[in-house]
């Protein structure tokens, strides 16, 4: 009994000795470390800013567009008798392409001419008669209607003929057809590709903030894939309005297909120059900190690193275009941004 009381005495006396233990422990630590590295300077690299004339071209990819693009459709279903072109040939407009079976049309015509000959001759007899009042007026107005009547019915199957003709609606170079003579075609049957390539539209679009800087009448360059050679192009249209998904406004520009250098549908890394050169700060995209309000840069004062807000141009690259916040010979930190507050202590790394 008495080893058993002793037992639960040393019991109590552990559980309040061992919280104090470890507490006190912690505390220890934690002096440690808040006396300790927080208090080490964090190493940068800098670049010490001086202005440079900056030459602010934008690049955005684009796609070549051809200047009139159709996809060729017979107006009227029936028999292929007929294929006027040959593929990837050049084409003028109002060339016959396709020509369809009209046998019975033109029989229908030819059978409505004779009846036309006909009832022309009856309104005549009768618009003779009717002056020597021979007969009534209601007779002479029969033969008037059935004289526009018949004339009626030959316009329609002129116009029926005139369907089953495919004509090129412009010139232009046609592509592969997808037909041949003696198929039987519907209104949906796709006949072949017509682009008119002696101009070529470059699709393309720009941010919103580049709106006051890229206008209607400006010139671009571009280059296609695997071609060094540079082509020009001036910019006819843009949208009237931004993309809300995008933040962007879809632009247009035309160029001249001298040679047929060019194809639709071909990529294009197209170049355009923002303004003229002005001396500028141009930085590593990695130094800028976009918060809230903006965008801020960290440059060093004295041991310590100091937040700058600035205001951006254009962007290469990999460099951005500062336009106000800093000045010649500003220290602005590189590297080690992530790092990085209002006021912490830094020591800039040698050979930075």
Do not use: H, W
């Not at 030459?55 to 009227?76: M, W």
């Not at 004339?151 to 199957?157: F, G, N, R």
């Not at 890229?214 to 695997?226: A, K, L, N, Y």
Request: proline share 3%.
């Amino acid at each position: 009994m008495k080893f058993k009381n002793i037992g639960i005495v040393a019991g109590i006396i552990l559980v309040i000795l061992l919280p104090k233990f470890f507490c006190g422990e912690k505390k220890e630590q934690g002096g440690m470390a808040k006396g300790g590295p927080n208090k080490m300077p964090i190493k940068v690299g800098v670049q010490v800013l001086k202005l440079e004339m900056v030459s602010p071209n934008y690049q955005v990819s684009g796609t070549l567009q051809a200047n009139e693009r159709v996809d060729l459709f017979c107006e009227t279903s029936g028999l292929v008798k007929s294929i006027y072109f040959k593929e990837g040939a050049q084409v003028k407009k109002g060339d016959l392409l396709v020509k369809l079976n009209d046998a019975d049309l033109q029989a229908q015509l030819k059978k409505a001419l004779a009846t036309q000959k006909l009832r022309n001759i009856t309104f005549e007899r009768n618009q003779i008669l009717l002056k020597k009042e021979a007969i009534a007026q209601a007779d002479y107005d029969l033969s008037i209607t059935d004289k526009q009547s018949i004339e009626a019915d030959i316009e329609l199957l002129r116009e029926q003929i005139r369907k089953t003709e495919l004509r090129a609606p412009f010139s232009g170079t046609i592509g592969l057809r997808n037909i041949s003579e003696g198929a039987v075609v519907q209104t949906n049957t796709l006949i072949a590709t017509l682009q008119d390539d002696q101009l070529l539209k470059l699709g393309f679009a720009i941010p919103e903030k580049y709106a006051s800087l890229i206008r209607v009448g400006d010139s671009i360059s571009f280059q296609t894939s695997g071609s060094d050679k540079v082509f020009f192009a001036k910019i006819y249209a843009r949208d009237a309005a931004v993309m809300a998904a995008t933040r962007t406004i879809s632009m247009r520009a035309i160029c001249a297909n001298k040679q047929a250098q060019l194809m639709p549908g071909l990529f294009a890394n197209i170049q355009i120059k923002l303004g003229a050169n002005n001396p500028s700060f141009m930085i590593p995209t990695q130094s800028l900190v976009p918060v809230l309000k903006g965008q801020k840069v960290f440059v060093v004062q004295g041991d310590s690193a100091v937040e700058k807000m600035v205001k951006t141009g254009f962007r290469s690259e990999n460099k951005i275009e500062i336009i106000e916040g800093l000045t010649p010979g500003d220290s602005l930190i590189v590297d080690g941004i992530m790092y990085m507050k209002n006021g912490v202590k830094v020591k800039v790394s040698k050979g930075k």
